[in-house]
């Protein structure tokens, strides 16, 4: 499985970004598709994830201003985040979960000045 994100770059604090993220390859069985960041010093998070069931779940500290949608049947997903802050500064990160194992995409900068 590839992944391919786009999106991210340089907002105001306050301002809005969107993220997507298209799988290709052996997408068969893709069991759930997620955004994690990862910002400098800090620990790996879960933005969102869908999984083929539809099921959406949130990072706590994104609830309420990211909205994950998508279909895994399309292989795509999209992150629309709003109301962002400094903190959320990271790298972002696709990964998809297909028969057990995880593929991660090349990340994608986002930044957000106070």
């Known amino acids: 499985v590839q992944l391919q994100a786009s999106g991210g770059g340089l907002v105001q604090s306050g301002g809005s970004l969107s993220l997507s993220c298209t799988a290709s390859g052996r997408t068969l069985e893709i069991a759930a598709m997620s955004w994690y960041r990862q910002a400098p010093g800090r620990s790996r998070e879960l933005v969102a994830s869908i999984n083929s069931g539809g099921r959406i779940t949130y990072g706590d500290s994104v609830k309420g201003r990211f909205t994950l949608s998508g279909d895994l049947a399309k292989d795509t997903i999209f992150l629309q985040m709003d109301s962002l802050k400094p903190e959320d500064t990271a790298v972002y990160y696709c990964?998809?979960?297909?028969?057990?194992?995880?593929?991660w995409g090349q990340g994608t900068l986002v930044t957000v000045s106070s």
């Open positions: 990964i998809a979960q297909r028969l057990l194992r995880d593929y």
